[in-house]
C-alpha cells in the first residue's frame, strides 16, 4: 500500500497553514543570514532548527575548529534570543551553572535576606561547551534543568525562559579526563548532530571569509513569541497512521531481546532505542515538513532524521566495533529493511 492510498490526516486549519508558509520563509532567509557568517554546515543549521521549534536539545559531536560556537551564537542572533556560553570544566560545580543564594542585606533596615543571583542557564540559547569534561553531578543538573526548564533553590522555584534550547558539545578524539554521559542522560537530547568537516571548496571559502575583511553581521529573522508560536504549530501538525507505523517499527526493530528486532540489530547492537526515540521521530519528522512548506508528514520525513534521532540510542556490540561498523552504518542498514509503505498491522 503506498502513501497516496493512506488514510488522510487531519488537514491544518488556516492559521496554521499560514504559519507554515511562514516556517518556510524564515527557514529560507535563516539560512541566507547564516551564510554571511557560516559557510556549508546546512544539515547541523537544519536538524538545529528542528531541534529549537520542537522544544528540544541537541548534543553536537565535531572536532575543535568547525565553528560550533560561532554557528550557534549567529543562530541566536538570526532568531533575536539571549545566548550564553558554558565552558564544562572538571571544576565546574552545579551552582556556577544554575545560580546561587547569597545574604544580602538592606541599607536601609539592615535586615538580611537570602537572594537568589541567576546563573548562566538563564538564558534562551545555551552552548554547553564539552560537557563530558564536567564531573557527573555536574552534568545531571545541568540535565535536570533541560528536563524541567526550572531551577529548584532553597525550596523555591525559578522559571527558565521560553523559548529554551540546549545545544552541548563533545570532542571525540580526547578522552582523557572526561565523564561520558550515560545511555540514560543521551537518551534525553532528540539528536545526537555530527558536524563534518568542510569540502575542499568550503574550506577555501572558510580561509578567504576568515582572512579578508569583517563579515556583515545577520539581521533577526524571528523573535521569542514567534518561536513559541510555531512550536505550538509543530503539535499540532498532523500525522497519518501508517507514518506513526513506520516510526513505531523502526524503532522496535532495533530492540535486540525481541521478535521484532532485524537481524542486523540482533547482530551487532547490545541495546536498542526506548520509547523516546519514537516520539523523538515524529516530532522531529513534524517539523521537518515544516521547515520544508509541507503540510504533512510522510514517511521521508521520518527516515531523513533516523540518523541523529537514532545514532546514541542504539548501542553496536564489540563484534560489530571491532568490524569497524558505526551506529550510523547499522540506521542504514535498518532504513534499507523497513519499508515505507507497509500495511497497516
Not at 147 to 175: C, M, W
Not at 186 to 213: C, H, Q, W
Not at 283 to 303: E, I, T, Y
Amino acid at each position: 500500500m503506498s502513501e497516496a492510498t493512506q488514510e488522510a490526516p487531519a488537514k491544518l486549519e488556516e492559521g496554521d497553514l499560514k504559519a507554515v508558509e511562514k516556517l518556510k520563509e524564515a527557514h529560507n532567509t535563516i539560512r541566507t543570514e547564516l551564510s554571511k557568517v557560516i559557510i556549508g554546515q546546512g544539515e547541523v543549521v537544519e536538524q538545529s532548527l528542528i531541534s529549537i521549534f520542537t522544544r528540544s536539545h541537541a548534543l553536537l559531536v565535531g572536532v575543535p575548529g568547525l565553528a560550533k560556537t560561532l554557528l550557534v551564537s549567529t543562530l541566536a542572533e538570526t532568531l533575536d534570543l539571549d545566548f550564553k556560553r558554558i565552558q564544562f570544566t572538571p571544576d565546574l560545580m552545579p551552582t556556577d551553572i544554575t545560580g546561587t543564594e547569597v545574604i544580602h542585606q538592606d541599607p536601609a533596615t539592615n535586615e538580611r535576606q537570602f537572594k537568589f543571583l541567576r546563573g548562566p542557564i538563564f538564558s534562551n540559547i545555551i552552548l554547553a561547551d564539552e560537557i563530558n569534561r564536567t564531573p557527573p553531578k555536574t552534568q545531571a543538573a545541568m540535565l535536570e534543568a533541560m528536563q524541567e526548564r526550572k531551577i529548584s533553590i532553597g525550596g523555591e522555584d525559578h522559571p527558565l525562559p521560553d523559548p529554551f534550547f540546549v545545544l552541548a558539545t563533545q570532542n571525540p578524539i580526547e578522552q582523557e579526563g572526561t565523564y561520558p554521559l550515560p545511555e540514560a542522560q543521551l537518551d534525553r537530547f532528540m539528536f545526537m548532530i555530527k558536524v563534518e568537516y568542510p569540502d575542499a571548496n568550503e574550506e577555501l571559502d572558510i580561509m578567504k571569509m576568515a582572512t579578508g575583511s569583517a563579515p556583515e553581521q545577520p539581521k533577526a529573522v524571528l523573535n521569542g513569541d514567534d518561536i513559541l508560536k510555531l512550536q505550538d504549530t509543530v503539535r499540532r501538525m498532523p500525522v497519518s497512521d501508517h507514518v506513526f507505523e513506520y516510526a513505531r517499527k523502526l524503532v522496535r526493530s532495533t530492540r535486540v531481546k525481541t521478535d521484532e528486532a532485524l537481524d542486523v540489530c540482533k547482530e551487532m547492537l547490545t541495546w536498542g532505542a526506548g520509547p523516546r526515540g519514537g516520539l523523538n521521530l515524529i516530532m522531529a519528522a513534524k517539523a521537518r515538513a515544516m521547515l520544508q512548506g509541507q503540510v504533512h508528514v510522510s514517511c521521508d520525513d521520518v527516515a531523513a532524521v533516523a540518523h541523529p534521532v537514532l545514532r546514541h540510542r542504539i548501542i553496536p556490540n564489540f563484534s560489530a566495533q571491532s568490524e569497524g561498523v558505526t551506529a550510523d552504518d547499522i540506521v542504514d542498514r535498518i532504513l534499507e529493511a523497513v519499508p515505507k509503505d507497509a500495511p497497516l498491522d
